[in-house]
């Protein structure tokens, strides 16, 4: 079965994701922050405060997400810049959603408020001192929460009014479909599997791509060459005849050469020689072209289109608010962060 991108589950999701942010603070830890003894606030947003401790929040989420590629810089201010940016406007979009929650008179039900104070609490008892280096108090740390969960009600809010009946479920799904039979320009729904030979010097590759070239035959060259041919682990046709072929994801491949097995995307065609980052070197012909399975696709669809849909809509109101929005930055706190 080809794979198929990940559903967006909607309101459930921002919410899951919303409450969870307490594990992700446990899971982080705190590198970047604000000293909020000497600073404040960061910003505001139509006269409304970005306290410190909420910016530092939002550092550590962003922080999260590019943590890995810090180590490939020698000097990596410009990602850092990137991250305290994405933080400052995560942190922005946050208190747009909280004010215009509270400008349209949403509160949260008894069972919310339940559900705050026993996240916060349970938090806090477990995780005391690291929520207080982003600088939280037990009360701060709580509103926090109350006003993430919040951001839930105005999602809600914003896009109850979005439903769809079976009948324009299923007449969408026939456009969207018939449109990625289209294979080359919706690859995202498809899994390219190949036949592939690594090997360790430059030297040898080259000599087996011109032998390729020349009319060798790709599994016999495969048999002799490979490093990682396993001949008791190779799939076979029915009739018994050897097929060795790999999701071009399960082999060594880099993102060089699985971008290059989705360009080529025809069976039969083979690749150039490609180094990979373990120091060796592949070439791979395309075996097979897994496309998606109607039924399964259509499961997938009916549960994660309203989601994006919703999602969507959502995303275009906070952009609208963010436009309209005077936000004034506090540059002397923001400078003050520290590594």
């Keep these: 079965m080809a794979k198929k991108p990940r559903a967006n589950s909607g309101d459930k999701t921002v919410k899951i994701a919303i409450i969870s942010f307490i594990v992700l603070i446990v899971a982080v830890g705190t590198a970047l922050i604000i000293n909020n003894r000497s600073v404040s606030y960061v910003a505001t947003v139509n006269g409304q405060r970005i306290s410190a401790q909420q910016y530092n929040y939002h550092f550590q989420e962003a922080l999260m997400q590019y943590e890995q590629f810090f180590w490939q810089f020698e000097d990596p201010t410009p990602l850092l810049d990137l991250v305290r940016e ?3 406007e995560s942190a922005v979009a946050h208190r747009l959603m909280v004010n215009e929650a509270r400008d349209l008179g949403l509160v949260l039900s008894q069972e919310e408020e339940q559900e705050v104070r026993e996240h916060s609490d349970n938090a806090w008892r477990d995780n005391r001192e690291l929520i207080r280096s982003l600088g939280f108090s037990r009360n701060s740390f709580q509103e926090f929460s109350r006003e993430s969960m919040l951001t839930v009600s105005l999602f809600s809010h914003l896009t109850e009014d979005i439903v769809f009946t079976d009948e324009e479920l299923e007449e969408t799904f026939a456009e969207f479909y018939e449109q990625i039979q289209n294979y080359p ?12 030979i690594e090997v360790e010097t430059l030297e040898l590759a080259e000599f087996i791509f011109s032998e390729i070239i020349q009319g060798g035959n790709f599994i016999e060259l495969m048999q002799e060459h490979s490093i990682n041919y396993d001949p008791d682990n190779m799939p076979e046709t029915p009739d018994g005849t050897p097929i060795y072929f790999m999701d071009i994801f399960d082999t060594n491949a880099n993102e060089l050469a699985i971008r290059m097995a989705y360009e080529l995307f025809e069976v039969g065609t083979r690749s150039d020689v ?3 980052d373990n120091g060796n070197f592949m070439l791979f012909q395309i075996f097979l072209i897994d496309g998606p399975e109607e039924e399964e696709l259509q499961e997938w669809f009916f549960e994660s289109h309203p989601a ?14 963010r436009e309209q929005a005077n936000v004034v930055r506090n540059e002397r706190a923001l400078n003050r962060a520290f590594w």
Excluded: K, W
Excluded at 186 to 194: G, L
Excluded at 308 to 321: D, G, P
């Design 86 to 88: 994405e933080a400052f």
């Design 185 to 196: 320009d919706n690859i995202d729904y498809y899994t390219v599997f190949v036949q592939h």
């Design 274 to 276: 490609i180094p990979l």
């Design 308 to 321: 994006t849909v919703r999602q969507n809509h959502f995303m275009s109101e906070l952009e609208f608010l």
